[in-house]
């Protein structure tokens, strides 16, 4: 009889990690949202709103390249705001967002696959500003503007200071040349980009504060062998010189 417990309880323990590793349903799908955040990811017709093939920018050609290496299939819109789509993604299974910055605070909540690529925080004033700041503590006096619930925008609030926060990146260079704000909290090059993209060249950069990575987050019930699927395939990807070629096509 104890023999036969046995049996029963080595095939039990079989049953469950098999089942704990069981291959994906034919039908699963990733649903990837992104927002215009260029060179990164953007909408080919500037609009806010994109699906598939309108989508480009090196973290979106790279994503795609990740999930057909993976084998595992996606949905890819673009869509506004920022602050939507993150919490579209912390509350619904299977959801996926990029680019999106790593963070401690943000750790917790999501499975992470990365790094797609880095950038830096900076704080820009308009061409011909005098305004100096050795620190975030001497920009605290200045009004700044930032991109609400972005990476940046938390990391200042966590440091006390308390910027004013538009739903679109691009708002904060009319806010900064109207004089509205007095300093832009923003992510380079992005800012730059953008800036560009309004007609405004000579964008100073009053301080780097922090060098941040850029990631797919991906909601919490995301099943591991995805996450495991997807850090593999972007590893080899790295490995084969293929992330730094698509980076180069951009920049």
């Known amino acids: 009889m104890l023999k036969n417990l046995r049996k ?28 215009n955040f260029p060179p990164f990811n953007m909408a080919i017709d500037d609009k806010n709103f994109a699906r598939d093939e309108g989508i480009d920018g090196i973290s979106a050609d790279l994503v795609r390249e990740i999930f057909k290496r993976a084998g595992i299939g996606y949905t890819l819109s673009l869509r506004f705001p920022w602050d939507r ?23 917790p909540l999501f499975k992470w696959v990365g790094p797609l690529a880095k950038s830096e925080w900076v704080l820009m004033a308009p061409p011909g500003s005098t305004i100096k700041v050795a620190s975030l503590a001497d920009a605290a006096k200045y009004n700044i503007g930032a991109y609400k619930n972005d990476a940046v925008s938390q990391h200042l609030e966590s440091k006390g200071l308390k910027p004013l926060n538009s739903l679109r990146d691009q708002e904060n260079v009319a806010k900064l040349m109207s004089g509205k704000i007095d300093l832009w909290a923003t992510t380079d090059p992005v800012g730059r980009y953008l800036a560009r993209q309004e007609g405004v060249s000579g964008m100073q950069i009053v301080l780097r504060f922090n060098a941040a990575e850029l990631y797919l987050a991906l909601n919490k019930d995301t099943p591991d062998e995805v996450v495991e699927r997807l850090q593999k395939a972007l590893d080899t990807l790295r490995a084969e010189g293929y992330v730094e070629q698509i980076t180069n096509n951009y920049l």
């Not at 029963?8 to 649903?31: H, I, N, P, Q, T």
């Not at 993604?89 to 967002?97: A, H, I, R």
Request: glycine share 6%.
């Open 8 to 35: 029963v309880l080595f095939l039990g323990v079989l049953f469950v990690a098999g089942a704990a590793r069981a291959e994906l349903s034919e039908d699963y799908k990733v649903v990837l949202l992104t927002e």
């Open 85 to 107: 789509i993150y919490r579209l993604t912390l509350d619904k299974p299977s959801y996926g967002l990029f680019s999106t910055t790593f963070t401690e605070e943000r750790k």
